[in-house]
């Protein structure tokens, strides 16, 4: 209950929600055993506990290895699951299944999943597997005191709008567990979405831990719709302002190449006008000097 009014608390007062969820745990302990294909495993703010979720109306089912580590052999007659809301679930075989000491045996157990009305999604359900043994494989049977496998109280039962409140859940809690989330923009528009996205995320996790889920899915949805915007919007705006930006350096890149040209062709020019009047003072040169050497060589008159 502490770390739940922590969370409630840490959403009032930041603005930015922060992860306080480790990496997901598989449920599965020692003797061997696993849910198969669960709607939802891992933590749930909402018990503040690790879970094994399915979906109520859906089939849950449960995989176990045995191990018989005593000295006679075992008649398996069922694999029995009892749950706290006053029922017990038994696969039995129609004859029993001997398991010779060090032998192992595979299990696999499958039911339906009672509604939210029969095993209420208010609290974590416990339960206890049993294997069920007899004196014989063959009639008449003794039924002898069952063998105890596995129990824990990890188990839920999960409307559609519970269930749909964690996969929110998950689909954000990700970005957070290092702390606030990590974006930065200076897209005006972006800021204001994501801001709003989180108000709604954060009033959605606090309303979803008090069990109003369906409330609760509303908000999540809603900064669910919110976030995909402020992303759409963020691409189509960034993406312009990246273009309009590469734009402009390839014109200023343009500009400068053609100013460069340009004061190249002035410097060609000059070099070509400067040999022209080179040449024009140096003709005027050789005139001079053919004009005095033809006065020195004329001949004089008499």
């Known amino acids: 209950m502490k770390r739940k009014f922590a969370l409630m608390a840490c959403f009032l007062i930041l603005p930015l929600i922060l992860a306080f969820a480790p990496a997901v745990k598989a449920p599965n302990g020692h003797p061997p055993f696993g849910w198969i294909e669960p709607d939802y495993v891992g933590y749930d703010p909402y018990y503040d506990e690790y879970i094994v979720g399915y979906l ?15 000295a006679n052999p075992i ?7 009892y749950f706290d809301w006053g029922k017990n679930y038994t696969h039995s075989f129609d004859t029993p ?14 039911n339906m999943t009672p509604p939210v009305e029969e095993a209420p999604e208010s609290w974590l359900h416990y339960y206890v597997i049993y294997i069920d043994h007899v004196n014989s494989t063959t009639p008449p049977y003794e039924e002898l005191s069952p063998i105890w496998f596995w129990s824990d109280g990890d188990f839920a039962v999960l409307s559609q709008d519970h269930l749909d409140c964690l996969i929110y859940w998950s689909k954000y809690m990700m970005f957070f567990e290092e702390g606030p989330m990590p974006f930065y923009t200076n897209i005006s528009k972006v800021q204001v979405l994501l801001m709003q996205a989180m108000f709604e995320l954060s009033q959605g996790i606090q309303i979803y831990t008090t069990g109003i889920f369906g409330t ?7 900064a669910d719709s919110l976030f995909d915007e402020a992303l759409t919007v963020w691409d189509e705006r960034g993406t312009a302002m990246e273009d309009s930006n590469r734009n402009y350096q390839d014109a200023q890149a343009s500009y400068y190449n053609a100013q460069a040209n340009y004061y190249n062709v002035l410097g060609d020019a000059a070099r070509t006008n400067a040999y022209g009047w080179l040449l024009f003072g140096l003709g005027w040169v ?9 006065a020195i060589k004329k001949p004089k008159a008499s």
């Open 56 to 70: 109520e109306g859906t089939y849950w089912n449960l995989s176990m290895s045995w191990t018989n580590d005593g």
């Open 75 to 81: 008649n398996i007659s069922a694999i029995r699951i």
């Open 97 to 110: 299944i001997q398991v010779m000491p060090d032998e192992t045996r595979v299990f696999t157990v499958y």
């Open 216 to 222: 609760a899915k509303e908000h999540l949805a809603n």
């Open 286 to 294: 050789f005139i001079g000097i053919g004009l005095i050497v033809y």
